[in-house]
């Protein structure tokens, strides 16, 4: 039985590749795990630790060779493959996607499009055609589809998903605002673009709260005057708590 790693340690994963893609880039051969979590800004021991989940790489005195945890850690996230996407709702967000050609890159290959607005059919973006999704059978029957991306409002996104299943494509990139309940065998990511939004909105909201503190810190003569922390309250908004 495989080793359960957290999601926690996969989503981490991603991030050491493009730093690694990075130093590359740079011209840099080797790296002390040290180095590398301070510029990751994380500590050596998670660093260490993530790593060992998946055989460790480093040698103990020279650090991490670079390319080699590159290309490792590629292979980890099954990067040294092609993987061929489609993409279900051809509105802004799905040519988007289609645009950016970073994916490729990464063996991402988006080689269709679908959609049910008959005034997007045969738009090419970047070369792919726009097809109904009537069509979409037929395409997969005849191209191979290992990811569907789908960029449908949410009211549709359970249709989409169980119609993209039965076609037997088992891996969803799911941008719809609804969390798909499909079976085990599926595999589904969420992408929930508003959660990383409220997420920034948090972390401004706590950054006004310690700003303030440093403020009223700063100025320790000014805390007996009536009426400074109501009028430190008022600097920004409802964020402080005195």
Do not use: C
Not at 17 to 40: F, K
Not at 113 to 132: E, Q, S, W, Y
Not at 147 to 159: D, S
């Amino acid at each position: 039985m495989e080793k359960e790693i957290s999601q926690a340690v996969i989503r981490r994963m991603p991030r050491y590749y493009r730093y690694l893609g990075e130093l590359l880039d740079d011209g840099v051969e080797r790296i002390s795990s040290n180095e590398l979590s301070a510029l990751m800004k994380v500590t050596a021991s998670q660093l260490r630790q993530d790593l060992n989940n998946f055989g460790g790489f480093g040698q103990q005195g020279y650090g991490y060779n670079v390319r080699h945890l590159y290309d490792e850690i590629g292979k980890i996230l099954g990067l040294n493959r092609q993987h061929n996407i489609i993409v279900i709702g051809a509105g802004n967000l799905g040519q988007a996607l289609a645009n950016y050609v970073k994916f490729e890159k990464r063996g991402f290959i988006i080689n269709g499009l679908f959609d049910i607005n008959p005034a997007l059919k045969g738009v090419t973006v970047r070369g792919i055609d726009i097809r109904m999704l009537e069509d979409l059978p037929e395409f997969v029957k005849n191209h191979k589809v290992d990811i569907a991306a789908l960029t449908v409002p949410k009211e549709n996104a359970m249709e989409v998903a169980n119609k993209v299943v039965e076609l037997g494509i088992h891996a969803i990139w799911n941008f719809a605002h609804l969390d798909l309940e499909l079976p085990d065998y599926v595999v589904v990511e969420n992408v929930h673009l508003s959660d990383s939004l409220m997420q920034l909105s948090y972390n401004i909201v706590k950054h006004e709260q310690e700003m303030k503190w440093e403020y009223a810190l700063s100025h320790p003569n000014n805390q007996n005057k009536p009426g400074f922390f109501r009028e430190l309250k008022g600097r920004e908004g409802s964020a402080f708590n005195s």
